[in-house]
């Protein structure tokens, strides 16, 4: 499996921005599709964004418009660019590699890294 390393987390007032980085412990360009998760206190784990191998991105409703996800090859990193953020937008957020020929192992998971917006 891919191993993920999330960093860039932290305590922010509402309106203002983070980036969120996901190093993987492999070619980034190898994987089918890099997702970014979010975990709110109490709810369940939803999609916030996605980059696919060829770069087609798509993203929750809820984040459109504010948050961007991009990647650096060269680095094997995944970012989350996070503008206008929100009191509603506090959760652990987790990097995800998805890789359906891994069967089983097809998604690897980071250990998450947290994100607190203050009102």
Excluded at 6 to 25: D, K, T, W
Excluded at 39 to 56: D, M, Y
Excluded at 72 to 95: F, I, R
Aim: some cysteine; aromatic content about 10%.
């Amino acid at each position: 499996q891919v191993q993920l390393v999330e960093s860039g987390g932290g305590l922010v007032q509402s309106g203002g921005s983070l980036r969120l980085s996901c190093v993987a412990s492999e070619n980034i360009f190898s994987i089918n599709v890099m997702h970014w998760y979010r975990q709110p206190p109490g709810k369940e784990r939803e999609l916030v964004a996605a980059i696919t191998s060829g770069g087609r991105t798509n993203y929750a409703d809820s984040v459109k418009g504010r948050f961007t996800i991009s990647r650096e090859g060269a680095k094997n990193t995944v970012y989350l660019q996070m503008n206008s953020l929100k009191p509603e937008d506090t959760a652990v957020y987790y990097c995800n590699a998805f890789r359906p020929s891994m069967g089983q192992f097809a998604n690897s998971w980071g250990q998450g890294t947290q994100v607190t917006v203050s009102s």
